[in-house]
């Protein structure tokens, strides 16, 4: 059974500081995985896509890579702003026949501080 | 184009009333994923739509709930009888294609009085 798991659950830094959110992953068999950003009452924003074929997937300031043989995505964001604070979530696509739902993990929640 | 959209945005009922979230995907897109995140917790699928299919259902309670998605209209989540501890933010994606990101609306945000 695919679970997914996010460290750290709750990060606070600085403006400007350049950071680094983990996700974990059992079962390497996935489509793709996905970065998501929630904001408080709010709805998913999806940040990145990476295939399984893919290693990373840039957008501005944002960063994600993925190993799928250790089971691992970082999303690195360069430059913090306090804009940048909500929760980040991971989801993965299971790789088993029609599969199409989304596995998550439960999310980092961010500050970052002016 | 307009995003995915879904209404209410926030719903208040009081146990054993009924429930109807209403889910209008991204223009084009014929997939609709229904996901419910409940306090404290994860995100967790519920149940996967075609145009008057349904695909996956394996989220699902069994009892009490439903979905469609018909040829015309919105797709629904139906609540029925609710309980206390259906409160939720109930989401809705939708997608053109198993290989297109899943897009999700602002969410409905249900109450159980």
């Known amino acids: 059974k695919q679970e997914v798991t996010q460290i750290p659950a709750a990060l606070s830094v600085p403006e400007g500081e350049n950071l680094v959110l983990n996700c974990s992953f059992t079962?390497?068999?996935?489509?793709?995985l996905q970065w998501f950003r929630q904001d408080p009452g709010k709805g998913l924003t999806s940040l990145l896509l990476?295939?399984?074929s893919q290693r990373e997937q840039t957008s501005g300031r944002l960063n994600a890579s993925l190993d799928k043989s250790s089971g691992r995505s970082t999303l690195y964001i360069a430059a913090s702003q306090p804009g940048d604070s909500a929760t980040y979530l991971c989801?993965?696509?299971?790789?088993?026949?029609?599969?199409?739902?989304?596995?998550w993990g439960l999310g980092t929640s961010l500050a970052v501080n002016p | 184009n307009a995003g995915v959209m879904q209404n209410p945005r926030h719903l208040v009922r009081r146990r054993g009333q009924e429930a109807r979230l209403r889910c209008s995907p991204m223009k084009g897109h014929s997939h609709v994923y229904w996901y419910r995140q409940l306090p404290e917790e994860g995100l967790k699928f519920m149940v996967y739509?075609?145009?008057?299919?349904?695909?996956?259902e394996s989220g699902m309670p069994k009892e009490r709930f439903s979905a469609e998605f018909p040829k015309e209209g919105p797709s629904i989540l139906r609540i029925q009888q609710v309980v206390r501890g259906d409160s939720a933010a109930y989401f809705c994606a939708s997608s053109n294609s198993h290989q297109e990101t899943q897009y999700f609306g602002p969410g409905t945000r249900l109450l159980v009085l």
């Open positions: 989801a993965v696509r299971p790789r088993a026949g029609n599969n199409r739902k989304l596995i």
């Open positions: 739509l075609q145009k008057e299919n349904i695909i996956d």
């Open positions: 079962d390497s068999a996935i489509y793709n």
């Open positions: 990476i295939q399984s």
